[in-house]
């Protein structure tokens, strides 16, 4: 693209790099944006800018927090009995999003694929057993609330493994959710029926 302006090009560059962005769309963006006023183009580069700064991982769940505690962990009327187990921070947000669970997360940071090379040191397993085993507040259940798709049933398996001697009811989200669903991408309603409809695993 040897016409186009060196801050098009770059900004497209840029987008180009975000999951499911492809080229076309990338220069799209980039060509959209630049319509823009001014200040609405610094206030976008400094939102994107603060993603580098004063975020960090929750110390106790996992998930992206600008505190070193989330306010969801940190939240006292919060029912610690239940601990929902989630692949990404995303996740957490849609599950949040559904009103339908008030208890607290904990965030793998992925789900097994050996042929991805995401095997079980990758993910924030030994830690969930851990707390589980460390909580003053007892937890009595664990859901599992994987993608319906072969990595998401993969972790819960092997989760459900490593539960196991713990004695703790071990749930997973109803099968409302589509076969190969992304908890991510499931509509509220959906996803809220598949926490009340958990069944044990
Ligand atoms: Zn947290």
Redesign the pocket.
């Known amino acids: 693209m040897p016409q186009l302006p060196d801050s098009i090009r770059n900004a497209a560059a840029a987008f180009d790099t975000l999951p499911g962005v492809g080229p076309r769309a990338a220069l799209r963006y980039a060509y959209w944006l630049v319509t823009q006023p001014k200040e609405a183009i610094g206030r976008f580069a400094r939102s994107v800018q603060g993603l580098a700064e004063g975020l960090t991982i929750?110390?106790?769940?996992?998930?992206w927090?600008d505190r070193s505690?989330?306010?969801?962990?940190?939240n006292t009327e919060r029912n610690t009995s239940v601990l929902c187990v989630v692949a990404t921070s995303p996740d957490v947000q849609s599950i949040e999003d559904t009103g339908a669970f008030k208890g607290?997360?904990h965030?793998l940071g992925g789900t097994l694929d050996p042929i991805e090379g995401r095997t079980p040191d990758t993910l924030s397993i030994q830690k969930l057993l851990k707390r589980i085993q460390a909580s003053s507040d007892r937890v009595t259940e664990v859901i599992l609330a994987l993608n319906t798709d072969v990595p998401g049933d993969v972790t819960a398996l092997y989760l459900k493994q490593q539960l196991e001697p713990l004695q703790l009811k071990v749930t997973r989200l109803a099968r409302g959710l589509p076969t190969g669903a992304a908890l991510e991408y499931a509509d509220s309603m959906t996803l809220a029926d598949a926490v009340k409809n958990r069944r044990e695993s």
């Open positions: 929750c110390t106790e769940c996992g998930q927090s505690v989330c306010a969801i962990c940190t607290r997360y965030v």
